[in-house]
């Protein structure tokens, strides 16, 4: 199975900051990587699809980047309704999976 | 607008079933492959199964395999998850998710609302 690790675990930011995060899989997946945002009680929102493709509606200080095993999502310009956990997918292969989550909070 | 609403959740003992369901509308759902992932509480996400748009392929991971069964009805437009041999490491909010794309597996543009599955004596 394909492991899918993210970094860092949590990160505290404040609005207008521009923060990165990274996920790595564990062998290479092309560009099959997606990225979701959660908010509490709420189901994954996608961001981001084939590492870099922007989903329909979704702000454009929203970016991805990356290929093969490592991958960034970026917010260029942090918004008070961006604080939320953000996770990977991977849909390489099944069975899929997750990272386990990196939690954005405002500083 | 594409809609999904899961149902069947519950309080359940382990060692029992549970069967959860996913109507599905706003969208051709005998184009698409489904998933079901699940979210432990305060924890992160886990996907646990999938079934191509026409059923014909199924999916599952390592820790529901031989237990649950994923299942579809293109005529009623709806997904099914048969929960068996239910552990206590099985109580999560349990997600119906479409693909974004024709093509299994992709991500997920759309999901449910999440239906509550608590397995406890």
């Known amino acids: 199975d394909i492991q899918m690790t993210q970094s860092p675990s949590s990160v505290s930011a404040s609005v207008g900051d521009r923060v990165t995060f990274t996920c790595r899989a564990s062998q290479g997946i092309s560009n099959w990587l997606a990225w979701y945002q959660q908010k509490p009680g709420k189901a994954p929102k996608l961001l981001i699809y084939?590492?870099?493709s922007l989903q329909s509606g979704v702000p454009s200080r929203f970016s991805g980047s990356g290929s093969g095993t490592d991958f960034t999502l970026t917010i260029s310009s942090l918004q008070p309704e961006d604080f939320a956990t953000y996770y990977c997918?991977?849909?390489?292969?099944?069975?899929?999976?997750f990272g386990q989550g990196t939690k954005l909070e405002i500083k | 607008q594409v809609q999904l609403v899961e149902s069947g959740g519950g309080v359940v003992q382990p060692g029992r079933s549970l069967r959860l369901s996913c109507a599905a509308s706003g969208f051709t759902f005998s184009r698409y492959g489904i998933h079901w992932v699940r979210q432990a509480p305060g924890k992160g996400l886990e996907w646990v199964a999938a079934?191509?748009?026409?059923?014909?392929?199924?999916y599952y991971a390592d820790s529901v395999k031989g237990r649950f069964i994923i299942s579809r009805d293109n005529s009623k437009n709806t997904l099914y998850l048969q929960m068996n041999s239910l552990r206590t490491e099985d109580t999560a909010v349990y997600y119906c998710?479409?693909?974004?794309?024709?093509?299994?597996?992709?991500?997920?543009?759309?999901w449910g609302q999440g239906t509550l599955v608590t397995v406890s004596s």
């Open positions: 079934i191509s748009n026409d059923g014909s392929n199924k």
């Open positions: 084939a590492a870099s």
């Open positions: 998710a479409k693909e974004v794309a024709t093509v299994t597996p992709s991500p997920f543009d759309y």
């Open positions: 997918q991977q849909a390489n292969s099944f069975p899929s999976t």
